[in-house]
């Protein structure tokens, strides 16, 4: 049942019914049903590994609350159960493939299995470990209720994509006696209107393209087009997911975290990864960097860099130890293979670059009189750092390292070329596309300017609001890949 299918909207609309006839106290247990009917029917009885995993988080957080001085060794074993139904169900193939090279030569192989992979689990596994470490921390207390952390867990508009929730956010107005309130029905619709045109009009459209062009095996000039094409396709198709998943769940009063923050608008790849996927940044922020830095060994490597008499080469060896499990876990989290963690090392190394480089450039810059406080400067940070982030998910999109070699070498080329309009789009597809940008970026662009749209649409009179509200439906309606002779795509996200 896809975000964006028919049967998903009524499965809202049902939903939404029976939440606000139920009485308040207790409205929050159509959203368990509800939940756990959407898992069923996609992911069947593999709703068993969220269970298990409730169980864990549940049982551990009470013991850490009551064992004190056992606390970290609960917090450990619980956290290792945990992952072990994400390593054998998403990671069992890709660790065999490091193991048995070394076995092998002793005659020993242990052979490939191929696992269902539960819906979400890559999600949920990062929230159930913050849950139980945030109540190692004294953050939260553990909850009481079995069923409602279940729940938090399952939640359905944030199960398939995220966003990567925590407990003591999201309970707030999870478990909420919410009351229906039309101005905020209203809000929701223009947000999940927004998400279906990202999805539907633009993103869905420029996948034509891609796909054709990956399928196919195309070089060339045209590989340009198809970075491009692919990195407005992903913003649009994940950002698009999260704009209706933060809808639907206002519709019952439930807010959740900010995933996105108009990422094309950075001026460097640091705040790039600030404003994209931003839950899982924090995520990794806080229970991978934060533990790594303060841990044992990286406080003693810090004591002696300290003594170094530049100070930037300290700088850099301080962050170096603990980012890098930072972007190899971001890495390995998206994929079981080496692509995805060579992704993630990626911009691991372009950071470290620019710490280790930042005396020079500044030098640089002195020297030059180069006025870095002018539009102009800010306009060319911004492109460099979209020109860094279209190569990543080049890399991303490409099946294998060397299909990243192999079409990187042969966009000078000429061989493999072919029109602009023979990968599944025509001139008027390419005019949507553009105009569909070009609306998104205007939009976004109010948001930098701290205008907020949807608060703006509310402020004016009823008959401009419905012109707006009927001209999202009609664009989505008329300018839509959907319906006879498409493949419904499913949320690039969603396969994580």
């Known amino acids: 049942m896809s975000y964006t299918s028919l049967k998903f909207l009524l499965f809202i609309l049902g939903t939404m019914i029976l939440y606000y006839l139920f009485p308040k106290k207790y409205r929050w247990i159509i959203l368990t049903i509800s939940s756990t009917i959407f898992y069923v029917l996609l992911s069947g009885k593999l709703l068993i590994f969220a269970i298990l995993g409730t169980i864990i988080s549940y049982i551990s957080a009470i013991l850490i609350s009551k064992h004190e001085k056992k606390k970290k060794l609960i917090l450990t074993i619980s956290i290792l159960l945990t992952l072990s139904f994400l390593a054998v169900l998403k990671y069992d193939n890709f660790i065999l493939s490091m193991i048995n090279p070394i076995i092998n030569l ?38 009481k209720n079995i069923l409602k952390l279940y729940t938090f867990f399952i939640y359905f508009p944030k199960i398939v994509e995220g966003p990567i929730s925590r407990y003591g956010d999201l309970s707030k107005t999870l478990f909420a006696e919410n009351k229906f309130n039309y101005d905020n029905f209203r809000k929701a619709f223009v947000l999940i209107g927004f998400g279906f045109f990202k999805k539907l009009v633009i993103a869905d ?28 396709q992903i913003y649009c198709d994940f950002s698009g997911c999260i704009d209706i998943v933060s809808g639907v769940s206002e519709l019952f009063g439930v807010k959740l975290p900010d995933n996105f923050k108009r990422p094309f608008f950075s001026t460097s790849i640091q705040e790039f990864w600030r404003r994209w996927h931003i839950t899982l940044g924090t995520w990794l922020k806080d229970y991978i960097f934060f ?17 170094f008499k530049f100070k930037h080469i300290s700088q850099f060896i301080i962050i170096a130890f603990p980012l890098f499990f930072v972007w190899f876990i971001n890495g390995l989290w998206h ?8 992704y993630g090392l990626y911009y691991y190394v372009l950071m470290m670059l620019g710490v280790l480089l930042k005396p020079l450039l ?5 020297v030059l009189k180069i006025n870095t406080k002018v539009f102009s400067y800010k306009l060319f940070q911004i492109l460099r750092t979209n020109l860094i982030v279209c190569f990543g998910m ?3 999109r490409c099946e294998t390292l060397s299909e990243v070699v192999t079409l990187t070498k042969a966009i000078p080329s000429t061989s493999g070329r072919i029109g602009l309009f023979k990968l599944g789009l025509t001139g008027a597809d390419f005019a949507i596309l553009l105009i569909g940008v070009l609306v998104l970026s205007a939009i976004e662009l109010s948001g930098e300017l701290k205008i907020n749209v949807r608060e703006k649409l509310e402020e004016q009179n009823l008959l401009f609001r419905w012109i707006v ?28």
């Open 335 to 342: 994929g079981a293979s080496i692509k995805y963690v060579v």
């Open 362 to 366: 500044d030098k640089f810059v002195k």
């Open 469 to 496: 509200y009927l001209l999202i439906i009609f664009t989505i309606i008329i300018f839509g890949i959907y319906g006879k002779g498409y493949d419904a795509k499913s949320f690039i996200y969603g396969g994580f």
């Open 394 to 396: 080049f890399i991303f």
């Open 106 to 143: 002793i005659g020993i192989s242990i052979p490939y299995k191929k696992f269902l992979l539960p819906i979400g689990i890559s999600y949920y596994t990062l929230e159930m470990i913050a849950y139980i470490t945030d109540v190692y921390r004294k953050k939260n207390e553990p909850e």
């Open 291 to 307: 533990p790594v830095s303060l841990s044992k060994i990286n406080m003693k490597l810090n004591l002696k860099v300290r003594k």
């Open 205 to 232: 459209r420029a996948g034509i393209f891609v796909d054709n062009f990956f399928s196919d095996n195309h070089t060339g000039i045209l590989t340009i087009a198809a970075i491009i094409l692919y990195t407005i």
